[in-house]
């Protein structure tokens, strides 16, 4: 039997995280493919919300359903154990993978070599470099015409600001794309468009081998050279320490789509990638290979089928081993609990499992006992640090339109928002509630939601702002004083903390010249 480090030391858990359409979905299934957690292409159901559905969300809801099922995607690649983390493709969903990226040691990040870096893949990196998460990045499509590698590589640079290094360099792209050369491993691999089977490796001594020009033809084989001469003189060799550190992205070429440079990405992927890490909690660090178990909820999947209310939460174990039937302290109750069915996903399926180990996600039926950033123990009080709220982009009151379910629609916004579907402001002058959000399609999420599985009507009613800051002052009285004149857009987080809501940017700019001793934020932690 493994051993708890040998079950450590083997586990890669990851996301993939993209702009919408850079190839995210078709990279996830490739690697499924080669981990032969599925044997055809196409048996992996998008999760990405079509655009024609926008406006429709029960339809994108159906989609999300899905998602439950390739929420956490567990196969074995040779001695390796991988975990791939799903995240929603529709930016509306962004809080998910913010989330999400909690629960991760590392990310693969897809770019589009046509489109170069895009918002979404922006946003997603500062989380990532908040958390100092170690990122790849894979520039896909490179049998489509797009951009120069090198002006590839100076973008990733300065708009997701980490150092890059090249670990494998494309001949051509587009239609005259012949083949990957992998810096890595020193090989060559051609290029034969196929959706189903791994590209032809050619087997070089090195870079000045002419098998290179019997295959690519002298003037590709020569610009290779040139480009690879020009990466070394550029880009210094190659740091795992630095990789690790979150500082340093390697960066992969290929085609998803035609599963090429995939195993390369993968192969590396499973030796460089960390494993699971110390995670730092408010008391201490918690170290994996601690005996205790630990594990935190990064996740709550309700079940939108009123028949069949229960949740699912996903936990990542931390440390030590989650055993079925074992009692778990519940920290923020002081319950103990114990799971007789928790599941996860091994090769597509869903499974009752009786142990998981650190890297591991663990889905627990529930119903209602759980909130995000929950943390799970064999008996310690220990809470692990989550993700910080960021300041919504959308604001609305919500107002109750049935005076004889008042009840009712408390607990149901309460439920929701510790679900993490959107976030609650009271504002303290006249009490009344403000959810934020961060896309549209949420309102309608929530208003559905408090109806059919709380009988609870509501109705929005417009509020513009601009900005939820979260405020604090080493100084009682100037805070004090801050909140006295602005009483009227002070409002209170659902944590109790103080909140400024600021209409405009303009107001944010004055309050900041004005009140010099406030500190503003935009999250919760700071
Ligand atoms: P996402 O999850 O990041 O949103 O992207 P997804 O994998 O769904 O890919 C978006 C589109 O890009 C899909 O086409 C997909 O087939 C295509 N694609 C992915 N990788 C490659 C590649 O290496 N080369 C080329 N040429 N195309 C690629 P679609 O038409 O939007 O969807 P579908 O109807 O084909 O599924």
Same mark, same amino acid.
């Given at each position: 039997m493994a051993t708890q480090t040998e079950e450590i030391n083997r586990r890669r858990t990851f996301a993939i995280i993209s702009h919408p359409d850079a190839g995210k979905t078709t990279l996830t299934e490739k690697l499924l493919l080669f981990g032969g957690a599925i044997h055809i292409a196409g048996a992996v159901k998008s999760n990405k919300i079509k655009k024609t559905a926008t406006s429709d969300w029960m339809e994108i809801e159906k989609q999300r359903g899905i998602s439950v099922a390739t929420s956490v995607m567990g196969f074995n690649y040779g001695d390796y154990k991988i975990n791939i983390l799903d995240t929603p493709g529709h930016q509306d969903f962004a809080e998910d993978t913010y989330r999400t990226l909690t629960a991760v040691d590392s990310v693969i990040i897809v770019v589009d070599v046509a489109k170069g870096v895009e918002q979404q893949t922006r946003k997603l990196m500062e989380v990532c470099r908040m958390r100092r998460t170690p990122v790849i990045i894979f520039v896909n499509k490179l049998d489509r015409e797009g951009r120069d590698p090198f002006d590839i590589l100076d973008e990733l640079e300065s708009e997701l600001k980490i150092k890059v290094r090249p670990l494998s360099w494309p001949i051509n792209i587009g239609a005259k794309f012949k083949g990957v050369y992998n810096i890595y491993e020193h090989s060559l691999d051609l290029f034969? &468009?196929?959706?189903?089977?791994?590209?032809?490796?050619?087997?070089?001594d090195n870079i000045d081998d002419p098998r290179i020009d019997a295959e690519v033809g002298e003037n590709d084989a020569a610009k290779l050279r040139e480009d690879l001469e020009l990466i070394d003189g550029v880009y210094p060799e190659f740091d795992p320490q630095e990789y690790l550190k979150g500082e340093l992205a390697p960066v992969f070429?290929?085609?998803?789509?035609?599963?090429?440079g995939v195993k390369e990405l993968l192969d590396c992927f499973v030796e460089i990638a960390p494993s699971p890490r110390p995670i730092e909690a408010v008391e201490r660090e918690v170290n994996p290979q601690e005996e205790g178990f630990t594990g935190f909820v990064f996740k709550i999947h309700?079940?939108?089928d009123p028949n069949h209310r229960s949740c699912i939460a996903f936990v990542k174990v931390c440390s030590g081993k989650f055993e079925r039937n074992s009692g778990y302290k519940h920290v923020r109750s002081g319950k103990i609990m114990k799971f007789a069915a928790p599941t996860a996903f091994m090769a597509q399926k869903k499974n009752i499992v009786d142990e998981a180990w650190p890297g591991d996600i663990v889905g627990l039926p529930?119903?209602?006992?759980?909130?995000i950033g929950d943390t799970l123990t064999s008996g310690e009080n220990l809470h692990?640090?989550?993700? &910080?709220s960021?300041? &919504?982009?959308?604001?609305k009151y919500i107002e109750n339109t049935d005076p004889m379910k008042a009840k009712q629609l408390d607990k149901g916004i309460r439920q929701l928002m510790d679900e993490g579907v959107a976030q609650l402001f009271t504002n303290q002058f006249n009490g009344r509630k403000i959810i934020g959000t961060v896309g549209q399609l949420q309102f309608e999420v929530i208003q559905y939601r408090l109806l059919h599985e709380y009988g609870a009507s509501c109705r929005w009613e417009p509020i513009s702002l601009y900005k939820a800051c979260?405020?604090?002052?080493?100084?009682a009285e100037a805070l004090a004083a801050f909140k006295k004149r602005k009483h009227q857009f002070m409002a209170t987080d659902i944590e109790g903390r103080d909140v400024f809501l600021a209409d405009s940017s303009y107001v944010l700019t004055m309050a900041r010249q004005d009140f010099p001793k406030i500190r503003f934020h935009f999250s919760s932690e700071f």
């Open positions: 034969k &468009p196929d959706k189903q089977k791994v590209s032809e490796r050619v087997e070089i070429f290929g085609s998803a789509l035609n599963t090429f309700a079940n939108m529930d119903n209602g006992s759980f909130k692990f640090k989550g993700l &910080p960021f300041s &919504p982009e959308m604001f979260w405020i604090e002052s080493d100084d």
